[in-house]
T-cell receptor
C-alpha cells in the first residue's frame, strides 16, 4: 500500500508570514493533487501536478512536484486568515487501484 | 453549474442498523467515489463507481456496498453498523479519464450510538 505523509501536522502563523507544507512518500505517484478542506465541508481541489519537477502557481500558492514524483510541497506567500484550513495531498497508486490521501496539515492563520 | 450534492447532511443510527447515503455528481461527471473521513484524519477511499459497476475498491469490508444509477447518481450502503463507522462520508465525482481530479460534496456526518 502506498502511503502519503504530511508535515507539519499542525501550523499556526500570523497573517503576512510565509509557510511551506510537505507531502512525502517512499513510492512513485503518477500524479498528486492538493486539496483544502474547511470544517464541515468536503475537500476542494486546488491543483494537480503530473510531471516530475513541475511547479504550478495559484495566486499566492506555489506547488512543486519532486523530480522523482515521490514528494510535493505547497508554499504560501503572505498568508491570510482565509487560508486557514486542512491541506490534504492525494494520489492514485501505481496500480490505479486506490486513491490515497495524506493525513493533512492543519493551518491556522491568525489576524 | 450544480456541484456534488449529498443527503442527508447528518444521520444518527444505532449499532447493528443499516444506512443508505446518497450522492448526485457534478453536472457532466460520470464517475463517483466514496470516502470515509474519521475525525482528524484524511479521507479513506471506499470504492469508485463507473458505468454502474464498482471499478475500484479500497480496504473496506463487504458491509460497505454501493450502487450507481443510469443518471450517474450513487448510493453507499453500510450494514450491521459499528461504533467505529461513525465518520464523515464524502462523495466525489470526476470524469472517467481524469478520475484523479475529484470534486467533493459536503459530506454526510454519520453517528453510530
Amino acid at each position: 500500500t502506498q502511503l502519503l505523509e504530511q508535515s507539519p501536522q499542525f501550523l499556526s502563523i500570523q497573517e503576512g508570514e510565509n509557510l511551506t507544507v510537505y507531502c512525502n512518500s517512499s513510492s512513485v505517484f503518477s500524479s498528486l493533487q492538493w486539496y483544502r478542506q474547511e470544517p464541515g465541508e468536503g475537500p476542494v481541489l486546488l491543483v494537480t501536478v503530473v510531471t516530475g519537477g513541475e511547479v504550478k502557481k495559484l495566486k499566492r500558492l506555489t506547488f512543486q512536484f519532486g523530480d522523482a514524483r515521490k514528494d510535493s510541497s505547497l508554499h504560501i506567500t503572505a498568508a491570510q486568515p482565509g487560508d486557514t484550513g486542512l491541506y490534504l495531498c492525494a494520489g492514485e497508486d501505481n496500480y490505479g487501484q486506490n486513491f490515497v490521501f495524506g493525513p493533512g496539515t492543519r493551518l491556522s492563520v491568525l489576524p | 453549474d450544480a456541484g456534488v450534492t449529498q443527503s442527508p447532511t447528518h444521520l444518527i443510527k444505532t449499532r447493528g442498523q443499516q444506512v443508505t447515503l446518497r450522492c448526485s455528481p457534478k453536472s457532466g461527471h460520470d464517475t463517483v467515489s466514496w470516502y470515509q473521513q474519521a475525525l482528524g484524519q484524511g479521507p479513506q477511499f471506499i470504492f469508485q463507481y463507473y458505468e454502474e459497476e464498482e471499478r475500484q475498491r479500497g480496504n473496506f469490508p463487504d458491509r460497505f456496498s454501493g450502487h450507481q444509477f443510469p443518471n450517474y447518481s450513487s448510493e453507499l450502503n453500510v450494514n450491521a453498523l459499528l461504533l467505529g463507522d461513525s465518520a464523515l462520508y464524502l462523495c466525489a465525482s470526476s470524469l472517467a479519464d481524469r478520475d484523479y481530479e475529484q470534486y467533493f460534496g459536503p459530506g454526510t456526518r454519520l453517528t453510530v450510538t
